[in-house]
């Protein structure tokens, strides 16, 4: 790999990386059985290059904002790419937001470009909020050729010969800004600078190597801090290859490993159990004499990778375990959600390490990992080179909020100074997680301090985010808490929200009043919906400011209440 | 081609029996992700029974923001 070291910015990095393996894979795009693309280092330098001349031609400066909206692809790669050579900052955004939402972080992030599919494009460009975007221009990826743009450009033609002049950044300039939550409450853009990436994928890839060779299939969206990471900036630096998938459908995505010989791939929680239920299915049809068999397979594979994993010995133990997953893997990564101690050693003992791990897109990408010396299914690993963890105010078992401290830490989060002063103190990351360190170093996480849920597909769901919803029923105030931040339950499964009702004196909770709630409730998507109501019979702390004192509250309710007492919505 | 009635009416059969739910509990404007008690890996396969059945391409991306049948059915129809 590039010697990380010697750079200043993700943009020189991933110069060199492209003139250093010309003649490598560095992508695949496939859709369902066809493939539709495959460009070597040079072949996408040829793709990047016109496309930043372009992007200087029509005046992004040094420092102004530049937002992808995009499912994984070629596109979003070679965009992100030309905008970094110019010295842009990029915003990726979650594809999976509504057109509102995606104005409103473009608003919000102060974007003056922006590339996007052109599907997505049609929907923002529906949104009565359109109208008042701050766009300067907007460049739209595969429109059909009839297509009304509503003034965007088709990314296809928005190219322009001869090289930009390329613009070299510090490691302390902004190369991101990464919402990690706020859409409809308080946005919470990280800015991350070009030496928090760099610092990142050189830890990391010090533990989890790419090489030319290694194909990394790019299941999470490429938005989200894990594959920003590890399905772009790690496999480019070392001359890897990544994989894009056009559909997600299961059946496609297990076609891929076998076509592809993937060797790393990252997967949610969510997935990983999916994945684990179609095995355990798979088992369960064996006729008694093959499952006896794979049975005593598993059980010598264990007694063989119980102090390392031994991923060749593993291939010839459980040879049609290992080749139903292309037989090359040599790794599933698993992060960004709480996933079972359980799950985690099936794999493990079939020969598949899983490299589970804990971060935060405040903290650029991960911050712990398991390093496999030996495997730990109860912990989300040791800290990175370079990260010190603190245990804040540990209670009698040693747990307590994790501070982190590390050079891939965000500078702050934008337009946002009180929110950043209370997050990073004196250098260190507050998570809002409580864990617990062990004698060898792991990191065991327990619950959440601060007042968020995370579904099991890796989505951060904060309360204020959704407040909105319920804007307008018939009680007096409201407010909605994770239930864990009520009553901190110390765990990490099945994590619900709350909605807290103060009623006006005399008033009755009628059936009309819930019949609302539950409509409001059923126009959020699935993953950020309330689970329960509390009623509450005093009025709701408040600051001067007369926002809500959430903890006093929460306090209060955990003093009085007892979590059976939350009515189902 | 069929009409968006028809084209609702033989989602909503493929629904039942793709996930063995009684067909006379599922109604148009339902949330299938809470009727069917499915997730968004299993909607995505029921896209794909959809697809041989109306003999479509759909993209992921028509699933994007939709959670329920007639909605569904809008998107379908507009590929027939």
Not at chain 1, 171 to 186: E, F, K
Not at chain 1, 225 to 254: K, N, Q, S, Y
Request: with cysteine.
């Amino acid at each position: 790999m590039l010697d990380l070291d010697q750079y200043s910015c993700l943009g020189a990095a991933l110069r060199d990386a492209l003139d250093r393996w010309p003649n490598e894979t560095c992508l695949i795009e496939a859709d369902r059985d066809r493939e539709r693309t495959r460009l070597t280092y040079s072949d996408f330098k040829q793709v990047a290059t016109p496309l930043a001349r372009a992007l200087q031609d029509a005046d992004l400066n040094p420092g102004d904002r530049c937002a992808i909206i995009m499912t994984n692809q070629s596109k979003w790669l070679a965009s992100a790419y030309a905008i970094f050579q110019i010295g842009g900052v990029l915003v990726p955004l979650d594809y999976k937001l509504s057109a509102e939402e995606h104005l409103q972080l473009l608003a919000h992030s102060k974007a003056k470009f922006l590339i996007v599919e052109y599907h997505l494009w049609r929907a923002i460009t529906q949104s009565p909020e359109f109208k008042s975007h701050r766009l300067k221009i907007a460049l739209v990826t595969e429109a059909p050729p009839t297509a009304q743009l509503n003034g965007g450009y088709r990314w296809e033609e928005f190219r322009r010969k001869g090289e930009p002049n390329v613009v070299a950044r510090s490691r302390d300039d902004w190369a991101c800004i990464v919402y990690s939550s706020g859409t409809g409450g308080r946005p919470k853009g990280c800015v991350l600078t070009h030496g928090n990436y760099l610092e990142q994928c050189k830890t990391l890839t010090a533990w989890y190597p790419f090489w030319p060779g290694v194909r990394y299939l790019s299941i999470l969206p490429t938005n989200h801090a894990i594959d920003f990471m590890v399905g772009f900036i790690g496999p480019f630096v070392c001359g890897a290859c990544v994989v894009h998938l056009r559909t997600l459908r299961p059946e496609f995505v297990r076609d891929a490993f076998v076509r592809y010989k993937i060797t790393y791939v990252t997967l949610v929680p969510m997935i990983v159990k999916n994945l684990e239920r179609g095995v355990r299915a798979n088992f369960d049809a064996l006729p008694g004499w093959k499952r006896f068999l794979l049975d005593r397979a598993i059980a010598l594979n264990k007694a063989f990778t119980r102090n390392r994993p031994n991923v060749k010995l593993s291939r010839k133990l459980l040879p049609s375990v290992h080749r139903a997953f292309g037989g090359e893997l040599l790794a599933l990564i698993t992060g960004g959600a709480f996933i079972d101690g359980a799950t985690l050693q099936f794999f493990y003992d079939l020969g598949i390490p899983i490299a589970n791990g804990y971060g935060l897109t405040e903290a650029c990408t991960v911050l712990t990992v398991n390093d496999l010396k030996p495997f730990r299914a109860d912990t989300v690993g040791k800290p990175l080179p370079g990260v010190e963890l603190r245990i804040l105010n540990p209670d009698s078992e040693g747990i307590g909020e994790v501070a982190a401290k590390s050079l891939t830490i965000m500078s702050h989060y934008l337009d946002d100074p009180e929110l950043t002063a209370e997050t990073i103190v004196d250098g260190w990351l507050l998570t809002g997680d409580l864990g617990r360190r062990d004698g060898s170093g792991h990191l065991q996480l327990f619950g959440r301090k601060k007042n968020m849920v995370v579904t099991a597909g890796g989505k951060n769901i904060y309360p204020e985010d959704i407040e909105n919803t319920f804007d307008g029923i018939a009680v007096k105030e409201y407010c909605i808490c994770a239930a864990n931040y009520l009553w901190s339950k110390r765990e990490l499964q099945g994590e619900k929200l709350i909605l807290i009702l103060r009623l006006d004196i005399n008033q009755n909770f009628t059936d009309t009043t819930r019949s609302e709630i539950q409509s409001r409730n059923q126009s959020l998507p699935d993953f950020k919906r309330v689970a329960g109501y509390v009623l509450w019979d005093k009025d709701f702390p408040r600051t001067a400011s007369m926002k809500i004192k959430r903890d006093d509250l929460a306090a209060e309710i955990r003093n009085t209440v007892h979590p059976s007492s939350v009515k189902e919505l | 081609m069929p009409t968006e009635v028809k084209t609702l009416n033989e989602i909503l059969d493929l629904a039942a029996t793709q996930f063995q739910v009684p067909r006379e509990k599922l109604s148009p404007d339902d949330d299938f992700f809470k009727t069917l008690k499915i997730d968004s890996l299993q909607a995505l396969s029921l896209l794909t029974r959809l697809e041989q059945h109306f003999n479509v391409e759909l993209p992921d991306y028509e699933l994007q923001g939709v959670s329920d049948f007639r909605t569904l059915a809008e998107r379908i129809q507009a590929r027939l």
